[in-house]
């Protein structure tokens, strides 16, 4: 048996590991560019899954978390005049009953006005002012201030009153000390009255710290129960299993582990352990990821704390961060169901010159490693890899990079398109360069499902792995965006800063996943990827392979160079790909000799007669037909557009250094066939025109896949494009005497 076909026996192809539960045999290690399973050792495993998000980490946007209010203990409040009886203080004691009221009728001259100093600065984005149960005594006109030295104010919503209870969302979040509302209106028979005045925020750290105002941190925790035990079930993991998954990402909030002293909690680790033991039963790994550390790690809501950014100057917040980690080392060291540990999530250093992210990295590395130093550490190259430094700077092992992919430029096909191109290119040079695996561990391509299967296949083909934001969310956007494969539900929210632990709890359990839209079309979509097999070269076969300038790469006659400079297929373009030991290839040119890389100085030639160090390569596929060639001795292969012969010599993958290649060689000779298809591009059918008597028309996706065929004759036809999805299709046409003629096509 031939060394090749040894090496696809070991491998096995495999992508998910076939008994029921995981044993020690499943643990997963970094082995260079790939996972492994029996400790890095075994099969190559990639993970392919799908974050849960809104679950143990409470995005506002996702779920039906509520609002947060502010804690009020020590506010003080002032106004322009005060009725006898009433009490300022009376707005700040949750009781609608009672009340600050003016005294006046209210009238339009800026005179009544009310204001609070909440002592400090502080965070909201929504603010209340409620007459509660005394009727008619709202404003019928208002104007909301705001300022941190009660000098210099700044207006941030004007609005007319209709109901008693007054709930503005303001257009921007604001950290401000002073709060001034102006009654601008004309109410002759009614005074202005407030029964209770908050502020609100809706980011995780408000929402958390507005339950244990009312009922304390463990008893928060027990309300929070019912809304972790309704948003992710056991029927959920077995959906996510049912798309061919294997994995999970769990996004947690600290204060999920933690009490807000630093103390670990006791009960802290009840979700994760149910979410492990669960997806250790459906065979399906889990990664744990921080989603919003002490401090705020990036000052985006989404993180948990909106514009708090303290971690990486303040030495309270590392050390509570060390610990949470230190307590999920000890706990899960020895699990294999757990395939990584991803510190920090979107990490963006308040000041990258004097506090980079990959410092802190650092110091949580050693700090894992020193309890846990078989888990895979998952380090966040965020906002790119350029923010983080390869693993050979600090000697990190076992570890793996990952990037988040998101382009605002949310209904642009061709901004997407290229960004898919940029970034494909980029996840390839850090891997290789570095030597390291990665994980998209979160990406969004929006309303363009040919882009989400490009995107997909192409990591796929990188054996990375990938997990999408996210499982579910709440809600359905206009123009659709796909942000989960269950949406739509619009159920009751609770009103945390009022409503019984009893009401919460029962408007949170209506949030089951079946109570949800199936978002069907994105998951038959996305689940055409999820079981594809790993990829290997193709050991054993012929191939031709091809420049950008789209002219076969070819030995020259007279002295064995290499360069891309012909057009037709002959002897001279076709190579073996032979292999040569740890996945990597050579290439056995049609002169029975072996493609070397050289020097990295010279040109390239097909001259040695065994395979060397220099003859050995890594077939890196970027995506279906795309492929770039590493040199051992870390070079990359050149075309030189055609203009040069090819040379070894290049650090990164950009455009000369991409290649297409193939198996299929044609024999036949064209003959000239006049051809049409028209308009280029398209919106709901094409015309062909063809002096072919009869031919055969196939389409194919960008993926090589077939869909759509039909028959033609001499003449026009009008071909309908309308079930057709908007991107690239390739036009094949032959009629079985000539070679095909093949034209791009773009679809709207």
Not at 272 to 281: F, G, P, Q, T, Y
Not at 426 to 438: E, G, L, Q, R
Not at 503 to 518: A, G, H, L, M
Not at 676 to 688: H, L, S, T
């Amino acid at each position: 048996m031939s060394n090749y076909k040894i090496y696809i026996a070991f491998v096995c192809f495999l992508t998910l590991s076939v008994h029921g539960q995981m044993t020690s045999a499943d643990f997963l290690k970094a082995d260079g560019t790939v996972l492994r399973n029996n400790n890095g050792l075994g099969d190559t495993i990639t993970l392919r899954g799908t974050n849960l998000g809104a679950w143990l980490s409470m995005e506002y946007w996702m779920g039906p978390v509520g609002k947060g209010s502010l804690n009020r203990s020590t506010w003080q409040a002032s106004a322009s005049s005060s009725y006898p009886g009433t009490d300022l203080q009376n707005v700040f004691d949750r009781d609608l009953n009672s009340r600050w009221s003016s005294g006046l009728a209210q009238i339009p001259d800026g005179s009544q006005y009310f204001m609070v100093d909440m002592q400090e600065n502080v965070l909201f984005n929504r603010v209340s002012f409620e007459a509660g149960s005394h009727t008619g005594d709202y404003p019928r006109g208002y104007k909301i201030e705001v300022s941190e030295d009660a000098n210099n104010w700044e207006e941030v919503m004007s609005g007319t009153g209709s109901t008693e209870n007054i709930f503005v969302q303001l257009p921007n979040i604001y950290f401000k000390r002073y709060i001034k509302i102006t009654q601008t209106g004309t109410a002759n028979s009614n005074f202005w009255s407030i029964a209770e005045f908050n502020l609100y925020m809706e980011d995780d750290f408000t929402v958390r710290n507005s339950l244990i105002d009312r009922f304390g941190e463990d008893g928060a925790d027990v309300v929070l129960d019912s809304f972790q035990k309704a948003w992710i079930t056991t029927n959920d993991l077995d959906n996510i299993k049912a798309m061919g998954m294997n994995m999970v990402r769990v996004p947690f909030y600290w204060m999920e582990i933690m009490y807000n002293d630093g103390t670990i909690k006791p009960q802290g680790f009840d979700q994760l352990d149910w979410v492990i033991a669960e997806c250790n039963s459906r065979n399906m790994y889990v990664i744990l990821d921080l989603h919003g550390a002490p401090g705020g790690m990036n000052g985006f809501i989404t993180s948990g704390q909106a514009f708090f950014n303290e971690l990486w100057t303040n030495s309270t917040y590392q050390q509570m961060t060390i610990d949470i980690w230190k307590a999920l080392a000890h706990r899960y060291k020895d699990n294999p169901t757990v395939a990584a540990y991803d510190l920090l999530n979107e990490p963006l250093s308040s000041d990258q010159t004097n506090y980079p992210i990959h410092g802190f990295y650092n110091t949580l590395y050693k700090e894992v490693r020193s309890i846990d130093p078989d888990h895979i550490i998952s380090i966040g190259a965020f906002p790119g890899f350029n923010f983080v430094v390869p693993p050979a700077h600090y000697g990190w092992t076992n570890v793996l990079y990952q990037v988040h992919h998101y382009n605002e430029d949310k209904t642009n096909w061709a901004s997407q398109n290229g960004f898919i191109d940029a970034i494909l290119l980029d996840v390839a040079n850090h891997m290789y360069n570095w030597n390291v695996p990665v994980l998209a561990g979160e990406f969004n391509f929006w309303d363009f499902p040919d882009l989400w299967e490009r995107y997909l296949s192409g990591l796929n083909k990188l054996n990375v792995s990938w997990s999408n934001w996210a499982y579910k969310v709440k809600r359905i956007d206009n123009p659709v965006e796909n942000w989960g494969y269950y949406d739509g539900f619009d159920g009751p929210i609770p009103d945390i800063h009022y409503d019984s632990p009893e009401v919460i709890s029962e408007k949170w359990s209506q949030y089951i996943t079946p109570n949800f839209r199936i978002n069907q079309g994105h998951i038959d979509n996305v689940k055409q990827f999820t079981t594809t097999q790993v990829t290997l070269p193709p050991f054993g076969e012929t191939i031709w392979i091809k420049g950008n300038n789209l002219k076969y790469l070819t030995i020259l006659d007279d002295n064995e160079t290499l360069s891309c400079d012909k057009i037709k297929v002959d002897n001279q373009v076709k190579f073996e790909v032979v292999y040569a030991g740890n996945g990597e290839i050579a290439l056995l040119g049609a002169n029975n000799m072996y493609v070397s890389a050289g020097n990295g100085v010279n040109n390239m030639l097909c001259n040695a007669l065994n395979i060397g160090d220099t003859e050995t390569f890594k077939f890196i596929q970027i995506e279906d037909g795309r492929i770039a060639l590493r040199s051992k001795q870390g070079y990359y292969v050149s075309s030189e557009d055609g203009q040069k012969p090819v040379i070894a010599n290049r650090q990164s993958v950009d455009g000369w250094e991409v290649f297409s290649w193939g198996t299929n060689f044609s024999n036949g000779k064209p003959k000239n066939v006049t051809a049409k298809i028209y308009p280029n591009p398209a919106k709901g059918e094409v015309i062909i025109k063809s002096d072919l008597k009869n031919y055969n028309l196939k389409v194919f996706n960008m993926f090589s896949q077939l869909v759509k065929e039909t028959n033609g004759v001499e003449g026009e036809m009008n071909f309908s494009t309308s079930d057709l999805r908007p991107g690239l299709y390739v036009f094949f046409i032959n009629d079985e005497k000539t070679d095909p003629l093949v034209r791009k096509i773009i679809i709207h």
